[in-house]
């Protein structure tokens, strides 16, 4: 991935599905967006009125993350934006022309898909980032997020279900492809005795065998299972699609127990908050970009100004 330069698609890719909880079918149009726009989502049935995705416009989070500004809503963001974060796609339109983003099969590796099929264009603008200088932690009874100065971006993450589950731990440096080869495939996942109480609360109507893994417990009701510990990746997942509500890369190193969307967005408004806690940077230019590429997690990062 090229560190230096912010980057878009090449060329417009579209997609349908259904939304995961909505179960309402929706077209979504991935378009190439100028330097410095960061991932604009784009109702097209409601007059192309556009949502930024950033910490701002976070509205309701608990099974998802939805972003709202004036009342207009854009549902279960995490997934599309976790593949753009993946794949180094800072600038995008993601035009929909309903309230919840599609499922697809439940993963990243749809979308990235997508932006591999479109292509990936650098641009002129220096990618800026956010780089963490002082730990931030948040809490809540048991469950814990953080983060702290790294060099790279990395994620810990640690889950405790019930069984089939039960305790997993999964850790993963951002850099090179371990994105698209580690994190990207692994998908969402339910437990079959939650699912009347979800319907109930008017959740999960688009889900269904293909997109969703459903737990009893026994096992995966739906196997075989893409990783043995496709459950504690498919929550790195959704986390690096939450942060990405900061609206820049992150440099620090993520720590979980336990969390969740709301969590995951508490964390990036203490961040935003804060400005004492990070600085903007720019990865110093060497003049061999494919060295840059290899040592992100040790690269020397120096400051915008
Ligand atoms: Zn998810």
Redesign the pocket.
Known sequence: MNLLYEQTVRSSVECKGVGLHSGAQVSLRILPAAAGTGIVFRRIDLDDYQVEATGRNVAKVSYATSLMKKGVLISTT??VLSAFMGAGVDNAIVELNNLELPILDGSAQPFIRMIQTAGIRQQRRKRCYLRIRKEVEVREGEKFIAVYPANGYSVSYTIDFPQPIGQETFEVELAGGSYMREIAPAR?FGFLSDEVAMRNMGLIRGANEENVIVLTQEGPKNGPLRYPDEFVR?KI??LIGDLALLGKRLIGKVVAYHAGHAMHTALVSRILKDQSVWEETTIEGTRKPAAASLAYAQTSIASAD
């Open positions: 995490e997934h969402t498919h997942l959704d």
